[in-house]
């Protein structure tokens, strides 16, 4: 960290704008390599999520057990007829994790590896006389400082104001809205009314399972969902239609699962990216990443572990930037993430496309999850990204394993 002789404001080598785990990552990685890095990041905002992460998340950014709420062992996927699928994870489990935390250590991470953190709120880009970028921001008294550097990553969200003023023709991807509420969540299992039909013996909630409802009355377009968190619960929906509540739904899920009554701690709402940007950087001294080149995968909607494969990717290509004095070399992160991710994500999105596309489909959908070899197969790309590597294909073959279910040709 330096002074600029003609700015007297610091100068740092990159700041990066946004600390959750893409920025928080990217600032990481590159305060490692020696690079100085200043992490920009307002207080006080945790972004709605699940809070699902794989175990390849964890051992490839070297995540703590400590960070664990919750180990899940299955999931539950709900028809709107009211009728469920467990998939059992097998061997293994999915962590979840409390993004408030979660983030936060991944913070001072960056910090601990020599990132200098600067809490305060970004306000716009500008350029000094050397038509270096100049990063002013405001901060927890409002007032207004301004940050001199050599590259900018842009880490702060789906409807990113850094993509907006430095990337020409952006052109912001669909999102879908989400809103949950964390919950304190119950003691023991709630168990189903003897009334309630098949799953009578089922537990509404079991703190080892993540339950999905692909219901049109609590989404209309995506889904629901009700993710342990040890001592609390996270009770979410989503949605990209305008006029539909996604607070009545919540409180619609929560009185059917039985948790109307349980203590509410918080509720967060934010836009989810549903495809990633077609392009990330301006060729000279700004990249994105994460929710900010819109890396959420469609249909399910994970985006932790794709947004720190984003982070890390735009870390390299900056830090490759910066050593060539080559701003080209930022398309770089873009193309290393849509090779190793693009075309998962182009299955996903046709999956969404037809399986959400109303609740006849949805029932199928869930019956399909029944097939013990679709199970393998998710459960393999989602938990150790396999078939990301090795089998991308497999998704398609996961999405016409039965075919005649889209057709309503088999038996729901």
């Known amino acids: 960290m330096t002074k600029h002789p003609?700015?007297?404001?610091?100068v740092?080598?990159?700041?990066?704008?946004?600390?959750?785990?893409?920025?928080?990552?990217?600032?990481?990685?590159?305060?490692?390599?020696?690079?100085?890095v200043a992490l920009m990041d307002r207080e006080g905002r945790v972004k709605p999520c699940g809070g699902a992460i794989p175990p390849q998340l964890i051992h490839e950014f070297e995540i703590p057990g400590s960070l664990l709420c919750a180990q899940i062992r299955s999931?539950?996927?709900?028809?709107?007829?009211?009728?469920?699928?467990?998939?059992?994870?097998?061997?293994?489990?999915?962590?979840?994790?409390?993004?408030?935390?979660?983030?936060?250590?991944?913070?001072?991470?960056?910090?601990?590896?020599?990132?200098?953190?600067?809490?305060?709120t970004f306000v716009e880009l500008q350029?000094?006389?050397?038509?270096?970028?100049?990063?002013?921001?405001?901060?927890?008294?409002?007032?207004?400082?301004?940050?001199?550097?050599?590259?900018?990553v842009g880490a702060d969200g789906a409807r990113s104001k850094v993509a907006k003023q430095a990337i020409p023709n952006c052109k912001q991807p669909p999102s879908v809205f989400a809103y949950h509420e964390i919950i304190?969540?119950?003691?023991?299992?709630?168990?189903?009314?003897?009334?309630?039909?098949?799953?009578?013996?089922?537990?509404?909630?079991?703190?080892?399972?993540?339950?999905?409802?692909?219901?049109?009355?609590?989404s209309p377009d995506f889904y629901a969902w009700v993710f342990p968190h040890g001592e609390t619960a996270s009770i979410g929906v989503g949605s990209a239609k305008k006029g539909f509540s996604l607070r009545t739904a919540v409180s619609s899920?929560?009185?059917?699962?039985?948790?109307?009554?349980f203590e509410t701690v918080r509720t967060e709402g934010a836009p989810i990216p549903m495809r990633p940007m077609k392009r990330w950087d301006n060729g000279k001294d700004v990249l994105v990443v994460g929710d900010?080149?819109?890396?959420?995968?469609?249909?399910?909607?994970?985006?932790?572990?794709?947004?720190?494969?984003?982070?890390?990717?735009?870390?390299?290509s900056v830090f490759n930037a910066l050593r060539s004095s080559n701003g080209a070399e930022l398309a770089q992160a873009r193309k290393s993430f849509m090779k190793q991710h693009g075309r998962v994500f182009w299955v996903l999105g046709i999956m969404q496309y037809?399986?959400?596309?109303g609740d006849r489909r949805r029932e199928r959908f869930v019956k399909i999850c029944e097939d013990k070899d679709v199970q393998r197969l998710t459960w393999e790309s989602y938990m150790y990204k396999k078939l990301v590597r090795k089998e991308p294909l497999a998704h398609v073959r996961v999405f016409f394993k039965d075919l005649s279910h889209l057709l309503g040709l088999a038996k729901t």
Not at 97 to 103: G, K, P, S
Not at 211 to 216: A, E, F, S
Not at 292 to 316: F, L, Q
């Open 184 to 218: 304190k969540a119950p003691e023991r299992e709630l168990q189903m009314e003897s009334n309630q039909g098949a799953d009578a013996n089922s537990a509404y909630y079991d703190a080892h399972r993540c339950d999905v409802y692909y219901q049109g009355k609590l």
């Open 75 to 120: 999931a539950r996927m709900i028809a709107p007829s009211g009728k469920s699928v467990d998939m059992p994870v097998g061997s293994g489990f999915v962590g979840m994790v409390n993004r408030e935390t979660f983030d936060e250590f991944l913070r001072q991470r960056a910090t601990h590896s020599g990132a200098k953190r600067i809490k305060g």
């Open 12 to 36: 740092f080598d990159v700041v990066v704008i946004g600390g959750g785990p893409a920025g928080a990552t990217a600032a990481n990685d590159l305060a490692r390599r020696g690079v100085s």
């Open 354 to 357: 037809f399986w959400y596309g």
């Open 127 to 152: 350029r000094n006389a050397n038509q270096r970028p100049a990063v002013v921001y405001k901060d927890s008294d409002g007032k207004i400082h301004r940050v001199i550097t050599r590259m900018v």
């Open 253 to 261: 899920l929560r009185a059917g699962a039985g948790m109307a009554d």
């Open 6 to 10: 003609m700015d007297n404001d610091l």
């Open 292 to 316: 900010a080149a819109g890396v959420v995968a469609p249909a399910s909607g994970e985006g932790i572990y794709y947004a720190m494969a984003c982070g890390r990717m735009g870390a390299e």
